[in-house]
């Protein structure tokens, strides 16, 4: 197994390193450890607690805003294999950012039960819209929605775009917050989300910027000391 490279870091595969595949046991990890919360909690019981605004039931339920659910979903699989074939490092940061804060979610969560009653009956709703809730609703209930991870996808999205060198441009930029923004407000349209579970993602999101800007420097003298020694050899021999 090679060592990473300045090389190997923008082309891993083409160079030999593959180290960094085994980032793909979070999401695994993520989801079972979802699944057995979901499992846990499936149903509102007396000891959980209500966490939603007095004056949210009369923020609109739109279904349509669903279809921002499946983009992130979208948009986190194709940052996970773009950045595992072009940026490394980029890739392992964009990991630790979403994974660390959904698995934060899920302790403070399991620790602290917790429900809305928010979302309207769509047992009827055959629509296709209606039909996208029942996929998201079957995945992540109305319970232990706080932290929200929609909330973290988001942040993730957009940290990563600013991030990697791959992506760090400026009309990228400008779509991922805009993506971002849309995401988070359609949690609470979709009334999958309150407000309140806005505040602690948000906070898990600023608190693992200050490690991953650590991360992210340690990184780049690494990668730096690698093109010296090369530049030094070239030059010498």
Same mark, same amino acid.
């Given at each position: 197994m090679r060592k990473l490279t300045q090389e190997s870091n923008y082309a891993p595969f083409k160079h030999g390193y593959f180290m960094h595949i085994l980032y793909i046991l979070m999401p695994i990890a993520f989801y079972l450890a979802h699944s057995i919360l979901e499992?846990?909690?499936?149903?509102?019981?007396?000891?959980?607690?209500?966490?939603?605004l007095d004056f949210e039931p009369a923020i609109p339920y739109i279904p349509f805003f669903s279809i921002a659910f499946f983009l992130m979903v979208g948009i986190l699989v194709f940052l996970t294999v773009f950045l595992m074939l072009t940026d490394v490092c980029a890739f392992k940061r964009f990991n630790i950012m979403l994974y660390i804060g959904l698995f934060l979610s899920i302790l403070i969560a399991a620790g602290f039960p917790n429900y809305n009653t928010l979302?309207?009956?769509?047992?009827?709703?055959?629509?296709?819209?209606?039909?996208?809730?029942?996929?998201?609703?079957?995945?992540?209930? *109305?319970?232990?929605?706080?932290?929200?991870?929609?909330?973290?996808? +988001?942040?993730? #999205?957009?940290? %990563?775009?600013?991030?990697? =060198?791959?992506? *760090?441009?400026?009309?990228?930029?400008?779509?991922?917050?805009?993506? +971002?923004?849309? #995401?988070?407000? %359609?949690?609470?349209?979709? =009334?999958?989300?309150?407000?309140?579970d806005l505040i602690p993602s948000a906070i898990i999101s600023s608190v693992l910027l200050i490690p991953l800007s650590l991360i992210k420097k340690k990184d780049g003298i690494?990668?730096?000391?690698?093109?010296?020694?090369r530049v030094v050899i070239d030059k010498y021999y």
């Open positions: 499992a846990s909690y499936k149903k509102i019981e007396p000891s959980m607690t209500l966490m939603q979302l309207p009956d769509i047992s009827h709703d055959d629509s296709f819209f209606g039909s996208l809730m029942k996929i998201i609703t079957n995945f992540d209930s *109305n319970t232990n929605n706080f932290p929200s991870i929609m909330a973290i996808g +988001a942040a993730a #999205i957009m940290y %990563s775009v600013f991030d990697s =060198k791959k992506l *760090n441009k400026t009309w990228l930029k400008i779509v991922s917050i805009v993506v +971002a923004v849309l #995401i988070v407000a %359609s949690s609470i349209f979709i =009334k999958h989300n309150s407000i309140v690494k990668l730096g000391e690698e093109k010296i020694k």
